[in-house]
């Protein structure tokens, strides 16, 4: 019987071939790989960018709608004389532009501008902005007491030194249910009345007297030299006030009945932002810090923020302003008069895509009208 198997193979033509055509089908396969790979990583790098855009404008502009809540375009009033000036937490310590109202005092506006005040990056210099408002979770106290026992109210010392509260207040227990916390070292209290308004500083807590104080002088927990009652004005000329007033501050009052009227009190925040690039050289955060406390990073890689203003006088009404005070058209024009809030935020991802062998980068502008500070009343009586 004839074998009719076959022991030779293929042909070196046919091998050569079949090679190529594997190759062929291999590399194309490896191209698409390699290209879904770069996608992807071009895809996380972006993604990463924009987490890092949203982290950061995200906080910002919800503290810019909440800025000068329950201060108003007045602003906070403080203490004035000679050598006095006030401090700010930042990239290096900073003063308060002095802001001349129509009385005239010195002015704390509810939105400090910054500009080109933070560190430069990518040789382009970033802005800061400090924001005043009013804690919404602490509760508000009044004064004088007129429920004895009451949590909701409190004393001021006649030297106005310290508060004395009830034995049961949320000041000084706090409420982990409302997210309040307990009054501390460092807090800010907001004081506001008919004759007037201002601001100081907590330097120490007393539990058992149920007691915040105010000490005078340059304290460590007065970092921005608000506790000065012994400030003396320029003479008032509608005014026949000695020229001390209680905290420095309380217009046109004189110390003997300086509480007659009530005061109501609140928990203040000054709050912060800057670009940090000293904490972690050449990974520069947006950072937020409220009083002097702890810095809080929010968002890297940020290599820009820029920030401009806008106007209101009733009449030029000047737009994108970068810093203030400012004579703009022989006019002066001051933080009070700030309505909307410019903001050119720009991030990089947190590492080189491999694509392009660069950073993503992204930006953001938008803009914010503040709401304490924007709102007009459209119907006068």
């Not at 190529?20 to 396969?29: I, K, T």
């Not at 500009?115 to 902005?129: C, V, W, Y």
């Not at 007065?222 to 009652?229: A, C, E, R, V, Y």
Request: charged share 15%.
């Amino acid at each position: 019987m004839r074998n009719l198997q076959r022991e030779d193979g293929f042909t070196i033509t046919e091998m050569m071939v079949s090679t190529a055509v594997v190759l062929l089908v291999l590399s194309g396969a490896l191209t698409t790989f390699r290209n879904a790979l770069a996608i992807n990583d071009s895809a996380a790098q972006l993604a990463d960018a924009n987490q890092n855009l949203r982290a950061g404008t995200n906080q910002l502009i919800k503290d810019l709608l909440m800025a000068g809540r329950m201060i108003g375009t007045e602003g906070i009033a403080m203490p004035t004389g000679p050598g006095i000036t006030f401090a700010r937490p930042g990239p290096v310590a900073m003063n308060f532009p002095e802001v001349v109202d129509a009385d005239p005092t010195m002015q704390l506006p509810s939105i400090t501008t910054g500009f080109q005040l933070g560190p430069s990056i990518r040789n382009s210099r970033t802005d800061m902005i400090t924001i005043m408002t009013v804690d919404e979770f602490m509760p508000i106290v009044t004064t004088p007491v007129t429920t004895p026992g009451s949590a909701s109210q409190a004393t001021i010392s006649a030297d106005g030194t310290y508060v004395q509260f009830a034995a049961a207040s949320q000041w000084l227990d706090g409420d982990p249910v409302g997210d309040t916390p307990k009054i501390k070292p460092g807090d800010l209290v907001y004081y506001m009345s008919s004759n007037g308004n201002a601001i100081q500083t907590v330097t120490s807590v007393d539990m058992a007297l149920h007691r915040i104080y105010f000490a005078s002088g340059d304290a460590v927990n007065d970092f921005f030299h608000f506790n000065q009652p012994n400030a003396t004005d320029p003479p008032l000329a509608a005014c026949p006030c000695p020229t001390a007033r209680p905290l420095g501050a309380m217009k046109n009052l004189p110390a003997a009945s300086a509480w007659t009227a009530p005061v109501t009190l609140f928990k203040a925040l000054m709050i912060t932002y800057y670009v940090d690039n000293t904490t972690t050289p050449g990974t520069p955060r947006l950072t937020r810090v409220i009083n002097h406390f702890a810095p809080q990073a929010l968002a890297g890689v940020v290599e820009d923020l820029d920030i401009t203003y806008d106007l209101y006088d009733g009449s030029a009404n000047p737009t994108a302003v970068q810093f203030l005070p400012q004579l703009i058209g022989g006019v002066n024009y001051t933080a009070n008069q700030i309505r909307k809030v410019n903001l050119h935020v720009g991030v990089r991802s947190e590492t080189i895509s491999k694509p392009t062998q660069d950073y993503v980068r992204n930006h953001i502008t938008t803009s914010v009208n503040v709401r304490s500070l924007a709102a007009v009343d459209k119907y006068p009586s």
